[in-house]
């Protein structure tokens, strides 16, 4: 038995076709991207600097952490964290931040002094507890000595770090000695200053 297709058949047989074809074509095609808008540099900013202002230092850095997400080749986001840290007494925090900036420009004084000055807080630290602890002595000593001796000529001071004052009501007594051309001042301990055996 011969089977014989009309053309009405035929003409739903393609409809079905093509309808089955678009439906298919509708699950697979991939969902449509949103686009998704970034602040501008300017507004990020000052959004963290309002944040700064109001006292909420940790919101702010956490706004200029995205900053430099955002734009990554810009240093400004690196420098205001760098900023905050260091004022905030976070110097390793601080040194970090200020080698991101140096990364993006090398010449740029703010980060090279943040660095500088957070070292030599650190240091000034890590020497004082050494100190206290009578541990700085042997190659940790010499070395601490020859730093101390290029910090001296790069900053053009022969002393590394000056004297702080002494508190006029709280001021101990002080201790002579008579020697030959009369009184000089004895050594007091109380007052040691870190690198006192690095001069």
Known sequence: MKTIFSPGRIGRFIGAAVCAASLSACVTAPPVAQKVVVPTMEDMLAKASQASGAGQKEQAVTLWKEAAVAYPADKAPWTNIAQTRYEAGQYGDAIVSAQEVLVRDPNDRLAN???????????????????????????????????????????????????QPAPVAAAPARKYAKGKKGKHKVNDESNANPFGALK
């Open 113 to 163: 002094s943040i660095i500088a000055i957070s070292g030599l807080r650190l240091s000034t630290r890590a020497l004082s507890d050494l100190s206290r602890q009578n541990n700085l002595s042997g190659s940790l000593r010499t070395e601490s000595q020859d730093l101390a001796k290029l910090l001296r000529e790069s900053l053009g001071e022969t002393v590394l770090v000056p004297p």
